[in-house]
């Protein structure tokens, strides 16, 4: 069996994004995008052969006592930050300890360089619910600032490279090999190949269109449907 993840994602809805940052073409929150993004961690994980708890309910007392219980070997908090909208970057939140530590500074390396934010830093936290009543190392990434216009569109845009990142991340810390998705599935479908000649069937010829339409009309009764009329230049 893999080790196993508590993915426990922001469920307030009521943390709305920067509104200029559209998603599908509307106005987005913090509990619908760590939504997708725990949804993309959880499929990147399992790839790896992680076990994963995709936790999308409850609160977080219930979801730390689900996670202690299970037990899990990692538990995450997936959020985004808020400030007053001119603050931007990456933070890391983690309990101070050392395997904590370890997670938190191994994802902060990895997502802050991509962020457009530059106000970066792994930040030790012991007062954060998530972080100090779980018995396993905790970590709890603000991955940007939402209500920043410009990183919010790039939190919205990057959702699924911030989750593979952050899968990355996990495999280091348990030194499990990191599997990339197929290959296939970011590659343009081939090309079909054309041939240059193409051989037709033709029943007929006429002068005159309804001439053509009432012939159609019998070769398609005679069980060709699929047969039509077509004008040509002489
Ligand atoms: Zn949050």
């Excluded at 913090?30 to 790896?48: P, S």
């Excluded at 202690?68 to 997936?78: K, R, T």
């Excluded at 998705?181 to 079909?192: F, G």
């Amino acid at each position: 069996m893999g080790y196993k993840v508590f993915i426990s994602p922001e469920d307030r809805a009521s943390n709305v994004y920067a509104s200029s940052a559209l998603w599908n073409g509307r106005t987005t929150n913090e509990k619908e995008q760590m939504g997708r993004c725990a949804d993309y961690l959880e499929i990147a994980l399992k790839r790896c052969g992680f076990e994963v708890t995709n936790a999308q309910y409850g609160n977080m007392y219930d979801r730390v006592a689900e996670s202690n219980a299970w037990p899990a070997d990692l538990h995450m908090a997936l959020h985004t930050n808020g400030f007053d909208g001119t603050v931007a970057g990456t933070r890391v939140h983690c309990y101070p300890a050392e395997r904590s530590r370890k997670i938190g500074r191994l994802i902060q390396d990895r997502i802050a360089p991509l962020s457009p934010g530059t106000s970066e830093r792994l930040v030790e936290s012991d007062n954060l619910y998530e972080l100090r009543a779980t018995h396993m190392p905790a970590v709890l990434p603000e991955f940007g600032f939402h209500d920043n216009p410009e990183e919010a569109q790039w939190l919205i845009d990057n959702m699924a490279a911030i989750a593979e990142e952050t899968c990355k991340a996990i495999c280091e810390f348990f030194d499990v090999p990191y599997i990339a998705p197929e290959k296939q599935n970011d590659l343009p479908p081939e090309p079909v190949e054309l041939p240059e000649v193409l051989y037709r069937v033709q029943v007929g010829a006429f002068r005159i269109r309804e001439n053509a339409e009432a012939y159609l009309e019998m070769v398609q009764n005679a069980g060709f449907p699929e047969a039509f009329v077509t004008e040509v230049k002489n």
